[in-house]
């Protein structure tokens, strides 16, 4: 059903084991269920980055930082590692520590900007699972 080279696209962003628990949810003529979830998670993930960009330009770490742990956990159940990776790396970035557990504007301005390459990595990401999903529809959707 799935060739190699596709194959290998796919592990490259999902778990495939996710990916198999999915596909035998669904129909198998149409890929309903498969193709709504993840479909689905691309496109909020894409919206997500969007507000990301939004909130980073106003400088808005916590919620920023709050925006990454939401998709960094829809990703984690619909198994795209990839993308839940590069969510729990910004997080981390945003994690402001100033021992006594305030926050100045120094460390803000510090944490925003290891946070501004991750979301250009982030985009990449989702861009990437996208491509993987379409290949794997494309050729499988009737």
Same mark, same amino acid.
């Given at each position: ?25 669904? &129909?198998?003529?149409? @890929?309903?269920? *498969?193709?709504?979830?993840? =479909?689905?998670?691309? $496109?909020?993930?894409? #919206?997500?980055? /969007? ?17 990454? &742990?939401?998709?960094? @956990?829809?990703? *984690?159940?619909?198994?795209? =590692?990839?993308?839940? $990776?590069?969510?729990? #790396?910004?997080? /981390? ?50």
């Amino acid at each position: 059903m799935v060739d190699d080279e596709l194959n290998a696209k796919l592990k490259q962003v999902i778990e495939m084991a996710v990916f198999s628990q999915m596909l035998e949810m669904d &129909d198998h003529e149409e @890929r309903t269920f *498969s193709s709504s979830a993840l =479909y689905g998670f691309i $496109e909020t993930s894409e #919206n997500t980055v /969007e507000d990301m960009d939004e909130a980073f330009s106003k400088g808005d770490l916590q919620h920023l930082v709050s925006l990454c &742990d939401s998709l960094r @956990r829809f990703a *984690s159940a619909t198994g795209f =590692y990839e993308v839940r $990776e590069c969510c729990g #790396n910004l997080k /981390e970035g945003g994690v402001m520590s100033s021992g006594d557990g305030s926050a100045s504007v120094g460390v803000e301005v510090f944490c925003l900007s290891r946070i501004k390459g991750g979301i250009g990595t982030l985009r990449d990401s989702i861009c990437f699972a996208r491509r993987a999903i379409d290949s794997f529809y494309k050729g499988n959707v009737k």
